[in-house]
Structures are given as C-alpha cells and as structure tokens.
C-alpha cells in the first residue's frame, strides 16, 4: 500500500473477529519493529508477542481495552540500556519504544491487519502479571486482528485540525 493511504486510512480497531494473525504477516509486523530508529541504535526495546489465551485473559485483568484482539504485542525497553539526554532529565526509552510501536502499527495497516494502540492501564501491574523483568518498562500494549462486523473508525476518527493550528514556523 502506498505510504500516504496507510496513514490516511488507518484506525483504531474496537471490535475483532477471532481470526489469528497470519504468521507471515505477524512476521513482517514484527520486522518494521526491530527496523525502527533507536538513539544511538541501542535498540533498548522488547517486544513480547501474545497469542495464548491464558496470557491474554492476564492481560485483560489489568485493561479493559484489548476487545477480543486475538493477538497482542506487548511494547516495552530496557531500562537499564537507553541513552540519557544532555541535561539527564529525559532518557531515550520511551521515545524508541513508541517509535517501534509506530512503526508497527503502520506495517500492521499496509498488511491488512487492524491494530489498537492501548496504554489506558497501568504498565506495573501489566509487567507483574506478565512476569516481565524488573528492568523493563512497559510502554504499550498493540492489539492486532481482524476487524470484526460493524467495526470500523469513531465517528471523530477522521476530524483533524488544519496544519495553521498545529504548525507553526519560526
């Protein structure tokens, strides 16, 4: 799919079928993950792919938000690895996660694949009920599939403000 209609015509999925992902497409999903920038290319994040349905049902005790998404990539780094920025307030592990988790999410809609980016949860208790070690952080979690009947963008999916409002040039 060419570039600008990826972008212009993905969503987030609120409903899906019980169709899996398929392995390949999984695969190539996965890939424009592991390709995506990291500052200094320490490649901090770690992604952990969620398919079986006890692990899910563990997913679902912390959000509310997965809606039946047979698959779930959880996106989280290395604390303990990332590049602290000039000044030491900021550090580069959240900005790789979600340039990892973008990319993904992108590779997902040229697939054909639906997606839901979900961080309405709190990253601890997900990294504890997943048994994630203690020096990762949890960023997100992606659900992937199918879009079931009926699902489609929110109504407000497509309002987007003018570039004027949100650009400015100095």
């Given at each position: ?15 899906y ?5 398929e ?15 990291t500052?200094k290319n320490l ?6 792919v969620v398919?079986?349905?006890d ?5 679902d ?6 809606y039946?998404?047979?698959t779930?990539?959880?996106?989280a780094y290395d604390r303990n690895?990332v590049?602290?920025y ?6 580069s ?9 973008t990319?993904m ?8 694949v639906d997606?839901c980016w979900?961080?309405?949860?709190d ?9 994630l070690?203690e020096?990762e952080e ?6 992937l ?7 489609g963008?929110?109504?407000k999916h ?11 040039y100095?």
């Amino acid at each position: 799919m060419e570039f600008k209609t990826v972008v212009q015509n993905r969503f987030s999925c609120k409903k899906y079928s019980s169709r899996q992902v398929e392995s390949e497409k999984l695969a190539a999903i996965l890939e424009a993950g592991r390709l995506a920038p990291t500052a200094k290319n320490l490649q901090e994040q770690h992604i952990y792919v969620v398919q079986n349905p006890d692990v899910l049902a563990r997913i679902d005790t912390v959000t509310p938000c997965r809606y039946g998404a047979p698959t779930v990539l959880v996106v989280a780094y290395d604390r303990n690895n990332v590049f602290t920025y000039p000044g030491g307030k900021r550090d580069s592990g959240t900005e790789d996660a979600t340039i990892v988790a973008t990319h993904m999410i992108l590779a997902a809609a040229d697939e054909g694949v639906d997606s839901c980016w979900i961080n309405y949860l709190d990253p601890d208790k997900l990294a504890e009920a997943l048994g994630l070690p203690e020096n990762e952080e949890v960023l997100m979690v992606m659900d992937l599939g199918y879009g079931a009947d009926g699902a489609g963008p929110l109504p407000k999916h497509f309002d987007r403000k003018p570039l004027c409002e949100t650009v400015s040039y100095l």
